[in-house]
């Protein structure tokens, strides 16, 4: 039970590259979230999605996209990064049962 | 607009002190309050949670003191060791709102000192 993982762990891209960062629960979670955290800043949420096939605006969408396909895996997408997305990304899930989100270890990213 | 409001940003504490972290909030719909611990290079993580029913929940030498009248909650860390340094963030989820996300504060950073 690996719970939730996050690919890659760490990425540089030039302005306007693109890329994909994929969340992968294994506890059958219903919802999934894309969290950025900068230094005092907190946790942003990004998008979320409340099951497969669903995707919806956080505080903070743009220049993102998502998709759910399949229930254990959720994407975040860059088309084309900017410095401004220079941050540490965070992917979390939770059941239908309780309220506690679980996070993954994170994706440092590093736009120049 | 920061829905909860965390403070301090840094706090340093000597090992065998008390720590206490403050959050604020305006919304009266919020109906849980976690609070997650993160240590560097790594994600957050549940720390320990209330209910806007009761006052106070504790957990070993972590307690959670809500006041709802006030709309404020605290974490107090009771004889704070070296490994409790961290980052820590207080959150709040709104009843009814079908995204159920959190709201986080914006995190202080305990280092408790030896």
């Known amino acids: 039970n690996a719970g939730v993982t996050q690919t890659p762990k760490f990425r540089v891209l030039k302005t306007g590259q693109s890329m994909t960062l994929l969340c992968a629960q294994d506890m059958n979670h219903e919802y999934m979230y894309w969290y950025r955290q900068d230094p005092g800043m907190g946790l942003r949420l990004i998008h979320y999605s409340v099951g497969e096939g669903t995707t919806a605006k956080g505080e903070v969408p743009d220049g993102y996209n998502v998709s759910r396909l399949k229930k254990q895996n959720f994407l975040l997408g860059l088309e084309s990064a900017a410095p401004s997305q220079t941050s540490v990304y965070f992917c979390?899930?939770?059941?239908?049962?309780?309220?506690?989100?679980?996070f993954g270890p994170g994706t440092r990213l590093t736009v120049t | 607009q920061q829905q909860v409001k965390q403070s301090p940003q840094s706090l340093i504490v000597q090992k065998g002190g008390i720590s206490i972290i403050n959050c604020a909030y305006e919304?009266?719909?919020?109906?849980?309050f976690p609070w997650y611990q993160q240590f560097p290079g790594k994600g957050p993580a549940l720390l320990i949670a209330?209910?806007?029913?009761?006052s106070e929940k504790k957990e070993g030498r972590f307690t959670i003191s809500f006041n709802k009248s006030a709309k404020q909650f605290s974490l107090h860390i009771m004889d704070s060791q070296p490994g409790d340094s961290a980052t820590y963030f207080c959150a709040a989820r709104q009843v009814f709102d079908p995204s159920n996300q959190f709201y986080f504060g914006t995190g202080t950073s305990l280092t408790v000192i030896p």
């Open positions: 979390a899930s939770r059941g239908t049962a309780a309220y506690e989100q679980y």
């Open positions: 209330i209910r806007p029913d009761v």
């Open positions: 919304n009266t719909a919020f109906d849980y």
